[in-house]
Every structure is written in structure tokens, then in C-alpha cells.
């Protein structure tokens, strides 16, 4: 199993930038590719960006590309999310996820473990 806990969330103004990590604790991180998704009041979950256990390949959506990025730094069991020139449509609650299978892909079936979520709310 893994734990997963994020943070670095907060309120901040268009154009502005956040990082987000996901820290994970159990064990072997390494093993398992990991994902952001974001959910907004009334909206479903969305997949965010997603990569694999070496880190060598990611996955992003349409939506933030360009703009996002994922990374993660093995050695320190964790995941991050750089965001900038972030939206006020980039309001949301964003999760990190773990998938044991190794997939990073855009569907929240395929991740095993969720973290509670950090906010972020842009303001216009």
C-alpha cells in the first residue's frame, strides 16, 4: 500500500504560479506511475497529467498543456505538479493518485490510491 498526501495548494491570482507535491509514504514508490486529477464544485474528476515509474514519459491534458508540468523525484517518494499562468477555470480541488499497474492514462479507474486533495482556487 501507499499513503498519499499533497499540499501546496492555496489562493493565488491568474497568471500567477503554484507547485503542488504529492508526498508517499509505504513502500516502493518507484513501483507505482502516478497521476494529478483536479475536481471542481458540481464537476466530475478530471485527469490533470500523468507519469510513468522512471519518470522518463508523462502524459498531459489538452487542457493544461504548455502550461503544466508533471515530475517526480524518486529518492525523495514524491510527485509534483508545477503550474503556471494558471486560469480562474483552473479552480479546482487537485488529487494525486497512485497506480500499481504502472498505466498513466486519463481514467481515475486506473489508479488504486487517492490522497485527500489541496485546494486551488485562481482568482480573476
Known amino acids: 500500500q501507499v499513503q498519499l498526501v499533497e499540499s501546496g495548494g492555496g489562493l493565488v491570482q491568474a497568471g500567477d504560479s503554484l507547485r503542488l507535491s504529492c508526498a508517499a509514504s509505504g513502500r516502493s514508490f518507484s513501483s507505482y506511475s502516478m497521476g494529478w486529477f483536479r475536481q471542481a464544485p458540481g464537476k466530475e474528476r478530471e485527469f490533470v497529467a500523468a507519469?510513468?515509474?522512471?519518470?522518463?514519459?508523462?502524459n498531459t491534458a489538452d487542457s493544461v498543456k504548455g502550461r503544466f508540468t508533471i515530475s517526480r523525484d524518486n529518492a525523495k517518494n514524491t510527485v509534483y505538479l508545477q503550474m503556471n499562468s494558471l486560469k480562474p477555470e483552473d479552480t479546482a480541488n487537485y488529487y494525486c493518485?497512485?497506480?500499481?499497474?504502472?498505466?498513466?492514462?486519463?481514467?481515475?479507474?486506473?489508479?488504486?490510491?487517492w490522497g485527500q486533495g489541496t485546494q486551488v482556487t485562481v482568482s480573476s
Open positions: 493518485a497512485a497506480s500499481s499497474v504502472g498505466i498513466y492514462g486519463s481514467s481515475p479507474r486506473g489508479y488504486d490510491y
Open positions: 507519469i510513468t515509474r522512471s519518470g522518463r514519459s508523462t
